[in-house]
C-alpha cells in the first residue's frame, strides 16, 4: 500500500465522523437549538466525570465484542448479520450454566461460564457457516432467520420455563454469586481512580480488551487466520493452494460467533447476573456498523466501538436536559456510516485512479458503444 | 507510403503515482503504413495507444492527426478523426448477428428511426468483400470462431470509419492458420490505404507484418527501425536493454521413471457433457510433455483435474506410482505437486496479500512456515527475501501488496515459489502468459533446469513456439480429447496447427473457417 492509500485509509473514517457531527449540527439548527450548547451536553455526559467515564466504558463492552464478531467474519468473506441471535444463545448458555453449577467455586465457574458464553455464540453461527459450506446458501439470509429463532427461543425459554419464582418479570433467577464478573470499582480505587461503587464497569472490559488482542493474533499469527484471510480475499487462490475453503468459512463462522456470545460477560455474569427476555435491544446489529467504521480491523473496533459508546452515554444527558430528542444520535450514528461508506468507496476510486493503472491494472473500456459479451 | 503523417505524437508524458508511463514519447505513424509498437510490459505501449484513442489525457504532449493537432482528449475526439480501436478482448454480443454486432452503438436509421437492418447488412458484406473477411452478417457471433469474431470487431471499426486502426494484440488468441489468415486481411486494409498500428510482444510478427517499427523501454522509444532492416535479436536487444537468449537451448532428455500417469480421465462440466474425455498421459522424470491445444478444449480442465480442483467422473490419475485419482489439492502439492495456474490473479495469487504471504502460499501449513498452528514469521520473511533475490522480483520488498507488482513481477513470484521445493511434478499451465521477454527467458531456462534435475513437467501453452522449444514430445488437445501426439522435434508449427482445429479440411481457408478451432463454449466456459 502506497503513502496516499495508507493515509486515506486512516482518514476517511475520521473525516465522516467529523462531517457527521456537522451534519448532526445542522439537524439540531433546524430544530431551533444552539449545536455548541447540545454537543457540549453530549461530551459532558459522556467524559464529565470519572462516573461517566466508567459509563461509556460499560457501553462499549458489548460493542466491542459484536464488532469483532463482524469484523472477524468479514475477514473469511462472509457478512454475518447473525450477532444479535449469537449474543442471545451466548447468554442463554451462560445463565443456563450459572444456575446449573452453582456450587463450583469461582476460580472454576467464571472461566466455565465465559466458555459457556463462546460456545453458545459459536454454536448458533456454527449453523449458517455449515449451510454456507455445504450447500452454498447465503449467510446473510440464514444468520437472520438465527437471529428470529435465537430471540424466539430464549424467549419462549425464559417466559414459560425458566421464570423466576413469584415475578412477572420476564427473567430467570440470578446465577450463582461465584459467577459474578466483579465490577472494577474497587481494583480502580486502589491505583486512586474515584469510580463509584454503583458504576457497573467490569472485568469484561479486560476480557474485551483481550479479545481484541486475540483477533489480531489469530488473523496475523496463526495459520488458521493466514487461510481465513486468504479465503476471504481469493477464495480460488485459497483452493488452489490447498486451503479446505468449505472448513476454514466455518471456522471463521465458529469464532465469530464465539466474539458475540462473549457478549455475555458483561450483559450477564458483569452486570443483570441473570437472563432478561429481551435485553440486548440491537447489540448484535450495532456490531454491524461498528465493524464498518471500524474497516474491520480489531483495533478499529475498539475505537469504533468507544466513539458509538461516547454516542450513546452522551445522548441520555442531551434526553435529560435539553428538548432535543435523544433520537438525534440515532441520526448522527446513521450519518456517520453512511458517510464512512461513502468515504471508503470515493477513497478507494482515489487511490485505483492514482496508483491501478500504474501498477498494470487494464482500464475498464469506457467506449461510446457500449456492448459487452 | 506518402510523406504525410496520419499519426504525430509529440512529447507524450503520462505520469502515475508510482511510475512514468510514457516519457516525452514521440511517435510517427504514416499514412497507409503497418507500424508495429512493441515493447516489454510496463513499457508503455498500451498507455501510449490509450492517449491516442482519448482513454486517458497525456500530461504533456500534442497529439496531430493528418497534420492537424487534435483538440479533444477524448474516444469521440479521436474516432471523429477516423481513429479505431479493436481490442484484446472482444466486445460482441453472442446472441445478435454479425450485422447487428457492426451497427450496435451507431445504428442506422431510416423512417423517423427505425433501425434499417438492410442497410446495415449491405455495409457488412461490401466491406466483407472488399477485404476478403468472409464474413456472413446474418451468421450469429455464437456460431462463429475467435478468428471470425475479430474480424467482427475489424468491421465495426470499419463501419465506423476509421482510417487508422489500432490493433492491440491481435494474434494472442489465434490459431496459427487464423494468423496468417488476419495478416492476409491486414495487408488488404493497407493496400486500400488505411493506417494501422499494431501492438505485439511477438517478434516475428512484427518482422513478417510491420514496415516500421518503434520499440519502447521503461517509458521511452528506445528507437524506431524499418522492418526491412532489423532482426529479431536486434529488437530484442532494444527492448530488453541487453542480449536476449531468444531460444534456449536444449539438451537431450535423460527420461526416468513415469511421475504422471493419466488413464483413461474423463470430467464432467457443469451442464453434464464431456469437458474431458478418456485422456491417456505419461511424463517421466526429466521429461517435459507440452500439450497444445486452442484454448478452452478441455486443457484447463486436465489441469484442474490433475492438481485435485476438479473431481474426475472416470480413469485415473497416478503420481509417483501412488494412484492420486480425486485427492485434495492439499493432498497433491503434499506428494509433490506444483502448480503454476493459467490465470495468475484468479487462482495463484491472493491480491491484498503481501508477496511474502503469497510466496508461502500452499506450503504456509508446514514446517518452517508453520509450526502448532502458528506462522512464524521470520521463516516467512527469511524465505521471502531469498527468494526475491534468487528470482529479481521487483520492487525488492516482502511487505508490498502483491497486486501492486507488475504482471510479469506477479508471474514470477508464482514461478518463484513453484519451482521452490523441488517438486517432483510441475504442471505449468501458460507458464509464460502476458510475461516480459526477459521474463520469458528465465522461465524457459529454469522449467529446463528442473527437468534436468528430475523433475517431470506437464506444459500447457497456447504458445506454440513455447511447446515446440520446450517440449520432449507434445500432445494435442481438441475437444477435450487428446487427438494427436508427437515427438518433441519431429513436428511443424503447421502439422500441429492442423491438429490444433480439430484435423484435416479445418484449414482449407477464406469462408471454411467455420470449422470452429473452438468448442461448444458453454460446456467449456469453467473458470
Known amino acids: 500500500m502506497s503513502r496516499f492509500a495508507r493515509l486515506s485509509q486512516l482518514l476517511s473514517p475520521l473525516v465522516a465522523v467529523a462531517a457527521s457531527f456537522l451534519v448532526g449540527g445542522l439537524v439540531v439548527v433546524a430544530i431551533g437549538e444552539n449545536p455548541f450548547h447540545i454537543y457540549a451536553i453530549l461530551f459532558r455526559g459522556a467524559f464529565g466525570s470519572v462516573d461517566a467515564i466508567g459509563l461509556v466504558l460499560f457501553n462499549a463492552v458489548p460493542l466491542i465484542f459484536t464488532g469483532l464478531a463482524v469484523a472477524f467474519a468479514f475477514r473469511a468473506g462472509l457478512f454475518n448479520i447473525g450477532g444479535e441471535g449469537q449474543l442471545y444463545i451466548g447468554a442463554f448458555v451462560c445463565t443456563l450454566a450459572g444456575l446449573a453449577f452453582g456450587g463450583l467455586p469461582a476460580l472454576v465457574l467464571i472461566p466455565l461460564l465465559i466458555l459457556a458464553s463462546a460456545a453458545g455464540g459459536a454454536l448458533w453461527a456454527a449453523v449458517p457457516g455449515f449451510l454456507k459450506a455445504r450447500f452454498g446458501v447465503h449467510e446473510v439470509i440464514n444468520t437472520i432467520m438465527m437471529n428470529f429463532i435465537a430471540v424466539g427461543l430464549t424467549s419462549y425459554f425464559v417466559i414459560n420455563m425458566l ?211 | 507510403m506518402s510523406e504525410r503523417h496520419a499519426v504525430q505524437m509529440r512529447g507524450i508524458t503520462k505520469r502515475y503515482p508510482r511510475a512514468l508511463a510514457n516519457d516525452r514519447v514521440d511517435l510517427d505513424v504514416e499514412v497507409g503504413e503497418v507500424h508495429a509498437i512493441v515493447g516489454e510490459n510496463g513499457a508503455g505501449k498500451s498507455t501510449i495507444m490509450k492517449v491516442l484513442y482519448g482513454l486517458t489525457p497525456p500530461d504533456e504532449g500534442s497529439i496531430s492527426l493528418w497534420g492537424k493537432e487534435l483538440s479533444g482528449h477524448r474516444p469521440a475526439d479521436a474516432i471523429r478523426e477516423g481513429v479505431g480501436m479493436v481490442h484484446q478482448h472482444f466486445m460482441l454480443v453472442d446472441t445478435l448477428t454479425v450485422a447487428e454486432n457492426v451497427v450496435l452503438g451507431a445504428e442506422p436509421c431510416s423512417h423517423g428511426c427505425l433501425l434499417d437492418v438492410a442497410a446495415a447488412r449491405e455495409r457488412v ?51 496459427p492458420q487464423e494468423v496468417r489468415e488476419l495478416f492476409v486481411i491486414l495487408r488488404a486494409l493497407r493496400e486500400a490505404g488505411r493506417t494501422i498500428i499494431f501492438i505485439t510482444h511477438k517478434l516475428e510478427e512484427v518482422l513478417e507484418l510491420a514496415d516500421r517499427i518503434t520499440v519502447m523501454r521503461d517509458g521511452r522509444v528506445a528507437g524506431v527501425v524499418s522492418a526491412a532492416a532489423t532482426t529479431k535479436e536486434e529488437l530484442a536487444r532494444m527492448m530488453v536493454g541487453r542480449d536476449v537468449l531468444l531460444r534456449v537451448t536444449r539438451e537431450e532428455a535423460r527420461p526416468g521413471e513415469p511421475v504422471l500417469q493419466v488413464a483413461g480421465l474423463s470430467a464432467i462440466g457443469r451442464k453434464g457433457s464431456h469437458v474431458l474425455e478418456g485422456i491417456d498421459l505419461e511424463v517421466r522424470s526429466g521429461e517435459i510433455l ?67 504471504e503469497n510466496l508461502i502460499l500452499g506450503r504456509h501449513h508446514r514446517k518452517p512456515f508453520s509450526s502448532r498452528g502458528l506462522l512464524s514469521l521470520d521463516d516467512i520473511r527469511t524465505h521471502a527475501e531469498r527468494l526475491i533475490e534468487e528470482h529479481d522480483l521487483r520492487p525488492r520488498d516482502p511487505d508490498g501488496d502483491a497486486g501492486h507488482l507488475s504482471g510479469g513481477n506477479q508471474q514470477k513470484l508464482i514461478v518463484a515459489r513453484e519451482f521452490d521445493g523441488g517438486p517432483a511434478l510441475l504442471v505449468a499451465s501458460q507458464p509464460t502468459r502476458g510475461v516480459d521477454i526477459g521474463a520469458i527467458e528465465f ?34 488437445m481438441y475437444g477435450g480429447k487428446i487427438v494427436a501426439q508427437f515427438e518433441g522435434g519431429a513436428v511443424g508449427e503447421e502439422e500441429l496447427g492442423v491438429a490444433m482445429t480439430g484435423g484435416a479440411g479445418a484449414s482449407a481457408g477464406g469462408s471454411a473457417v467455420r470449422s470452429d478451432g473452438r468448442p461448444p463454449r458453454h460446456e467449456m466456459g469453467a473458470r
Not at chain 1, 461465584?178 to 474497587?186: C, E, F, K, S, T
Not at chain 1, 479446505?244 to 465458529?254: E, F, I, K, S
Not at chain 1, 435523544?326 to 456510516?337: F, W
Open chain 2, 290 to 356: 507440452g500439450v497444445a491445444g486452442v484454448q478452452g478444449n478441455g486443457q484447463t480442465e486436465l489441469v484442474e483435474v490433475i492438481t485435485g480442483l476438479r473431481r474426475a467422473s472416470a480413469g485415473s490419475v497416478t503420481v509417483c506410482g501412488r494412484e492420486t485419482t480425486n485427492r485434495s489439492p492439499r493432498q497433491m502439492r503434499d506428494l509433490g505437486v506444483a502448480h503454476i495456474p493459467e490465470d495468475r490473479q484468479a487462482r495463484g495469487l491472493v491480491l491484498g496479500f503481501t508477496v511474502a
Open chain 1, 163 to 373: 421464570r423466576e419464582p413469584g415475578q412477572m418479570t420476564p427473567q430467570t433467577s440470578e446465577i450463582a454469586f461465584a459467577g459474578h464478573l466483579p465490577r472494577l470499582a474497587d481494583s480502580l480505587s486502589l491505583i486512586g481512580i474515584p469510580l463509584p461503587q454503583a458504576n457497573p464497569l467490569n472485568f469484561s472490559l479486560v476480557l474485551a480488551l483481550g479479545a481484541v488482542l486475540l483477533a489480531w493474533y489469530i488473523l496475523y499469527r496463526t495459520t488458521l487466520g493466514y487461510e481465513i484471510r486468504a479465503v476471504g480475499m481469493n477464495a480460488k487462490a485459497a483452493e488452489y493452494a490447498g486451503i479446505n475453503v468449505r472448513r476454514t468459512l466455518v471456522m471463521a463462522m465458529v469464532l465469530s460467533g464465539a466474539f458475540a456470545g462473549l457478549v455475555a460477560t458483561n450483559e450477564i455474569m458483569g452486570f443483570r447476573h441473570r437472563f432478561l427476555d429481551n435485553f440486548s435491544s440491537g447489540l448484535g446489529f450495532m456490531g454491524i456498523a461498528v465493524a464498518l467504521l471500524g474497516k474491520n480491523t480489531p483495533l478499529g473496533v475498539l475505537l469504533a466501538a468507544l466513539l458509538f459508546a461516547v454516542l450513546n452515554t452522551g445522548a441520555l444527558e442531551i434526553d435529560i436536559f435539553t428538548d432535543v430528542p435523544r433520537e438525534l444520535i440515532l441520526v448522527l450514528q446513521a450519518v456517520t456510516i453512511i458517510l464512512v461508506v461513502v468515504g471508503n468507496e470515493v477513497f478507494a476510486r482515489r487511490v485505483a485512479a492514482r496508483e491501478g493503472r500504474a501498477a498494470g491494472v487494464p482500464l475498464p473500456v469506457t467506449e461510446a458503444s457500449g456492448e459487452t459479451k
Open chain 2, 443 to 476: 522461465v524457459h531456462t529454469s522449467l529446463l533446469r528442473m527437468r534436468d534435475q528430475g523433475a517431470a513437467i506437464l506444459l500447457i501453452s497456447a504458445e506454440l513456439t513455447e511447446i515446440m522449444t520446450l517440449s520432449d514430445s507434445i500432445a494435442v
Open chain 2, 125 to 175: 458484406r461490401q466491406l466483407s468483400s472488399e477485404y476478403g473477411l468472409s464474413l456472413d452478417p446474418d451468421d450469429l457471433i455464437e456460431n462463429l470462431s475467435v478468428g471470425l469474431e475479430q474480424r467482427v470487431e475489424i468491421v465495426k471499426v470499419l463501419y465506423r470509419g476509421a482510417k487508422i486502426l489500432i490493433l492491440d494484440e491481435p494474434t494472442g488468441v489465434l490459431t
